[in-house]
């Protein structure tokens, strides 16, 4: 058995110990133009031959800049159309991506870049609208998002 003499006393944290070390850690906004305010979201693979609206959830606020995609089966029959709406359903400008059937293949990609109607609410959706033209085919979405208002980072 020990006598003890290992054993050491250790100090509790107290609130003022803690609030010595939080003054001590600077904290501050992220540059508006940082890669820490731009996400990335990857959804799919979708069956681009239903027609559906496809929710994508965000728990910030943010805009869109960019939705890219990527086939991982081909499409047969018609090009597919895939429209970028916000909450409310509208339309985001310039938020149109068409896949092309003619001479598609396995990892074709597609992007478009919506340039207004594009800013999402902290807790809202923005929807993948579907078309269902084409018979066949799949793809992965990769939705490219930047954080749109600063105080939403300290929520």
């Known amino acids: 058995m020990g006598t003890g003499e290992a054993v ?3 100090d509790f944290v107290t609130a003022d110990k803690m609030n010595a070390k939080l003054e ?27 027609a559906l609206d496809f929710p994508i959830y965000f728990n910030k606020r943010v805009t869109i800049e960019k939705i890219r995609s990527v086939l991982t089966t081909v499409i047969t029959t018609a090009d597919a159309v895939i429209t970028a709406k916000n909450n409310a359903g509208d339309a985001m400008a310039e938020g149109v991506l068409t896949i092309a059937q003619d001479g598609c293949a396995v990892g074709d990609e597609d992007s478009a870049s ?15 609208s579907l078309d269902g033209g084409p018979d066949a085919g799949d793809a992965i979405f990769f939705v490219e ?5 600063p105080a939403s980072v300290a929520e």
Do not use: F
């Not at 600077?26 to 979708?46: F, H, M, Q, Y």
């Not at 919506?114 to 993948?128: G, Q, R, Y």
């Open 114 to 128: 919506p340039s207004a109607d594009n800013v999402i609410d902290t807790d809202e959706k923005m929807l993948l």
């Open 8 to 10: 050491q006393k250790k």
């Open 24 to 50: 001590s850690v600077a904290v501050t906004d992220v540059d508006a133009d940082s890669e820490l305010r731009k996400g990335l979201l990857a959804v799919g693979p979708l069956n681009l031959s239903e």
């Open 145 to 149: 998002y930047s954080l749109t208002d």
